[in-house]
């Protein structure tokens, strides 16, 4: 005889309830997965119809503005024309740039005299350097600050939390930029100068790879914190007022009762419910620190993305523009479908919906 | 015991990120004290930083446009002939040059023993090869195909000797000099020409100096060429061990490298720059003569080369008096004064005072200075009467004088200058409505012959032939869908023919006195109406660079124009006697009074929190 015990039956049909839940779940991920990814390409698709159309009414001769001032012929003229491609209709030329663009091929600047894929390539490594550093800095800076500021909200602490990252928010980049600039390039008072003025490197450096490492680090600091003093208030603010609307919640108090030092309250309870809406601000910022920072770039002649657009909306240097909106355009799409998938696995309550 | 031990680990985190914050403050505060290995420019290795004029992509001589290259390129490439300090032409590849009576074939005997940089002999083939290659590849006649067009010709009889036959006589030739590569090393690049950015180091050519660096956008550096000739005014290598050529983005930006000493000259800043600058200690701030002006153009009727008129302008203006009373109503010193900040002259002479071989000066007769009155009795004798509104009447048409002013809309200084012709033209009755347009729009419109008025400007090299030839016939355009390369459609037959003569002597003082004949034509036919020159202003450090500067400055401090090619040649490092150590000290002071700050306030923080952490 066997006997069965109601604890194993049970405990089975937990297992097969559990089971057929998890694969119900999968197929749940799976379609939302695939919506999404389907939703991220149509508004890719979209984006480049739309940035095609854009660069195609924008009135703009690159051949007259490329020759600008100097002395050309008709002939010279046409054959630039000829040579540059824009002397094709533009039907032909949106058909170019979707097989370019599904090719991985993103054209040829007129400018640079390069493709632009090879552009991309050189300048992408400065701009996540400076964007990167800048975003990891604001980011740590910003939640540290904006934690405490909400947690004893009222503080002098917060008072002068708030205050001074809202007005720095509130300055033009450029502006603070160049403030910087003379004040930690130039030196003024007792301030010496103490970094240089532009680039990302200077010719000739010795000292081998510590040499170049020091040399790009003192090229990156005034750029870099241009860009934190404007970018982490919006980490403080939206990390305080989430601290700040935690703080009436029960779990908070039974937290309290069970014992826990104020520290531990914040760390462990308070803080990784509040981190939902800076993740979102933190993915939708990285998706736009391939964009570089243009304003901050060009103060410095950083030689990243947004100097390279910079350079290409003078022009324009029309197949460069386009090639950078893709870029940028796909980083910014890619990460907000990171952030929506993220998003799942953070807040069960994404998931139920 | 659980909770000791979360207490030790989260002191040892907090210790950590500590930790971190001070070995990073210490590597911002190392790297900006040590400088990050940065050249220093000792006396025993001088290095020459000069701030680039635009941005650095390519030094392929063939399709490079930016001033910042070709100022490269001129170093690092020889030609026939180069211009002295005082831009005239000076034999080089070419021992002396000569030219047939009727100025069709002009011969150059080419200096011997010369060679690239990697050794091989410079020849008269690398001479020809170059120039037909600009002449019969449209490709690589992007940048120079126009000083060619003429030639018929290019051929070296012998290994010495370079001949050049042109089909009508051209007597500017020794003006008209491209830069000559060597056909070992191109002839490989010519199929894919467009696309050769020449940046492959070190770079094979000739000249004071050797391209051997590069980063796109950031810096060039060269070396001296030890091999360069010494004769007449080539001085052997330069006395530099390197020169560096970097770019910035923003003017504020390389203002500030010239006050730190990261460069040793700059040319191109605001006059505000120019005059802060000028109170720095080791800083002299000077100014060169122009090379360019800034005008307001005047359409006097679209037309093409057959005479088929079109485009919308106010028919008014092919009026000479109407234009010459626009010109009266202009106050030229203010605009020089306002605008320019006092750093330009007021406009008179097509071409640039820079040049002194060309230049032409009005009568005082001629002359036409400001006078409102003088303009509001031409418009009156011409029988523009004032209606109701104060807005003169077209007596032809009947119809009230509105003129269109269309200015760049990304020119600050042409939406200042607009407000003040506003206010000028309307003190004499002319109604003017601004239209501020792109670059683009604007010249379409130019080419369509649909404006009156325009902002215009620009400047020439040492030999002027371009900008005369755009205000001849021959500049027309061919039809009205194609576009020509003039101007403002003005056509005079008396100016073609002295632009004609003045092409075909090889006579300077004959040319000289065709083209001020010209410059007078121009002047009083008040199409192209020059509003001001505006002086190139720069910074040197005379504290680390000696011998930079050629002429001498005229009452008004203004240096005649500057030649790279001489500048960079000549300049001679100055003994550093004393460096700056008082900086230092004081960033070492800064540096650490930070760093024990920041340390006092962690542990002043620990001790705060000290009981909440037991």
């Not at chain 1, 949106?94 to 300048?123: E, K, M, N, P």
């Not at chain 1, 010795?206 to 982490?232: A, E, K, M, W, Y």
């Not at chain 2, 074939?105 to 690239?116: D, E, H, S």
């Not at chain 2, 030890?226 to 390389?254: H, R, V």
């Amino acid at each position: 005889m066997t006997t069965v015990d109601p604890v194993t039956v049970e405990a089975a049909g937990d297992a097969v309830s559990a089971a057929s839940g998890d694969v119900a779940e999968r197929s749940d991920f799976g379609s939302y997965l695939l919506s999404k990814v389907a939703a991220a390409i149509v508004s890719f698709f979209v984006t480049l119809v739309i940035g095609f159309t854009i660069f195609s009414i924008m009135p703009s001769d690159p051949v007259a503005a490329l020759t600008r001032g100097r002395p050309t012929s008709p002939r010279q003229l046409a054959a630039l024309r000829r040579q540059l491609g824009v002397d094709k209709p533009v039907w032909v030329r949106f058909v170019d740039f979707l097989h370019r663009t599904f090719t991985l091929d993103l054209g040829y600047s007129y400018q640079y005299h390069a493709t632009v894929t090879s552009l991309i390539a050189s300048r992408i490594g400065p701009t996540l350097l400076l964007t990167g550093s800048s975003t990891l800095i604001s980011i740590v800076l910003g939640i540290w600050l904006g934690v405490r500021s909400g947690w004893r909200h009222g503080s002098r602490l917060d008072r002068l939390s708030s205050g001074v990252s809202l007005t720095l928010w509130s300055v033009p980049t450029f502006w603070l930029g160049l403030i910087l600039l003379v004040a930690f390039s130039v030196g003024f008072g007792p301030i010496p100068s103490l970094f240089p003025a532009g680039g990302m490197t200077s010719a000739g450096v010795g000292g081998g790879v510590i040499g170049q490492v020091l040399d790009v680090s003192r090229h990156l600091v005034l750029p870099c914190l241009t860009l934190v003093l404007v970018v982490f208030a919006q980490y403080v603010t939206i990390m305080r007022s989430s601290i700040i609307d935690e703080l009436g919640n029960p779990y908070l108090l039974t937290a309290r009762a069970k014992g826990l030092r104020d520290d531990d309250v914040r760390r462990k309870h308070a803080v990784p419910n509040a981190l939902l809406p800076t993740v979102t601000v933190i993915f939708l910022q990285i998706g736009g620190l391939v964009g570089g920072a243009i304003t901050v770039e060009t103060v410095y002649s950083w030689p990243g993305l947004g100097y390279l657009t910079f350079n290409a909306l003078r022009i324009p240097d029309l197949q460069l523009l386009e090639g950078t909106f893709i870029i940028f355009s796909a980083s910014i799409i890619v990460m907000n479908l990171f952030a929506d998938i993220l998003y799942r696995f953070l807040d069960p309550r994404v998931r139920a919906q | 015991m659980r909770r000791q031990q979360a207490g030790s680990v989260m002191r040892h985190g907090r210790l950590r990120r500590a930790g971190a914050a001070l070995l990073g403050l210490g590597v911002v505060a190392v790297s900006a004290l040590v400088g990050g290995g940065a050249p220093a420019g000792a006396a025993s290795n001088p290095i020459l930083k000069i701030a680039s004029d635009t941005e650095l992509t390519t030094f392929n001589p063939f399709t490079s446009y930016y001033d910042g290259e070709l100022n490269i390129i001129a170093v690092i490439y020889p030609s026939l002939t180069v211009g002295d300090s005082h831009n005239v032409p000076q034999p080089y590849l070419a021992k002396s040059w000569s030219h047939s009576p009727d100025n069709k074939t002009w011969t150059f005997p080419l200096r011997t023993g010369l060679k690239w940089t990697d050794g091989k002999p410079i020849t008269a083939q690398d001479v020809t090869w170059t120039y037909n290659l600009v002449m019969h590849n449209d490709a690589a006649a992007s940048a120079n195909g126009s000083l060619v067009t003429n030639f018929a010709s290019v051929t070296a009889p012998n290994a010495s000797t370079v001949v050049i036959k042109t089909k009508t006589p051209q007597g500017n030739i020794p003006y008209v000099s491209l830069p000559v590569v060597p056909q070992h090393v191109w002839a490989s690049r010519v199929k894919n020409i467009a696309k050769e950015l020449n940046t492959e180091m070190p770079v094979v050519g000739y000249g004071p100096w050797r391209l051997t660096a590069f980063k796109t956008d950031q810096f060039a550096t060269m070396k001296p060429n030890k091999d360069f000739m010494n004769t007449g005014m080539f001085k052997g290598a330069p006395k530099y061990s390197e020169l560096i050529s970097y770019y910035f983005k923003s003017s504020d930006a390389s203002v500030a490298a010239l006050r730190t000493g990261a460069l040793d000259q700059l040319t191109g800043m605001t006059p505000t720059e120019f005059k802060a600058l000028a109170k720095v200690g080791g800083i002299k701030t000077y100014r060169t003569a122009p090379v360019g002006w800034t005008a307001v153009e005047v359409n006097p009727g679209a037309r093409t080369k057959g005479g088929q008129k079109f485009g919308t302008a106010n028919p008014a203006l092919a009026d000479q008096r109407l234009r010459a009373a626009i010109a009266y109503s202009f106050n030229r010193p203010l605009l020089v004064s306002r605008i320019l900040d006092g750093l330009g002259d007021p406009g008179a002479s097509y071409i640039p005072t820079s040049y002194p071989e060309w230049a032409w000066k009005p009568s005082a007769g001629q002359a036409i200075t400001y006078n409102p009155t003088k303009a509001n009795q031409i418009l009156d004798q011409a029988g523009y009467r004032k209606g109701s509104n104060g807005v003169r009447i077209d007596p032809k048409t009947n119809k009230p004088l509105n003129l269109r002013l269309g200015i760049h809309s990304d020119d600050d200084q042409d939406a200042q200058i607009s407000q003040y012709l506003v206010q000028w033209l309307k003190a004499i009755g002319i109604h003017v409505t601004i239209q501020s347009l792109s670059f683009d729009a604007l010249n379409k419109n130019l080419v369509k012959g649909d404006w009156d008025m325009l902002m215009d400007g620009w400047s020439t090299g040492a030999d002027p032939t371009y900008l005369l030839s755009i205000q001849t016939c021959g500049a027309l355009p061919p039809s009205k869908t194609q576009s020509g390369s003039t101007d403002a459609f003005y056509c005079n037959k008396s100016y073609d023919k002295l632009f004609a003569a003045q092409l075909s002597t090889s006579d300077l003082k004959a040319r000289a006195a065709n083209i001020r004949a010209m410059q007078s034509i121009l002047y009083t036919a008040n199409i192209d109406i020059i509003l001001y020159y505006k002086d190139q202003i720069s910074g040197l450090r005379t504290n680390s660079t000696s011998g930079y500067l050629t002429g001498s400055p005229d009452s008004n401090g203004v240096y005649p124009l500057q030649n790279h090619f001489v500048n960079w040649s000549q300049a001679a490092p100055v003994d550093a006697k004393s460096s700056n150590h008082t900086a230092t000290y004081i960033g070492v002071i800064v540096a650490v009074v930070v760093v024990v700050a920041l340390v006092a306030a962690i542990l002043l923080r620990r001790r705060s929190t000290a009981a909440e952490r037991e």
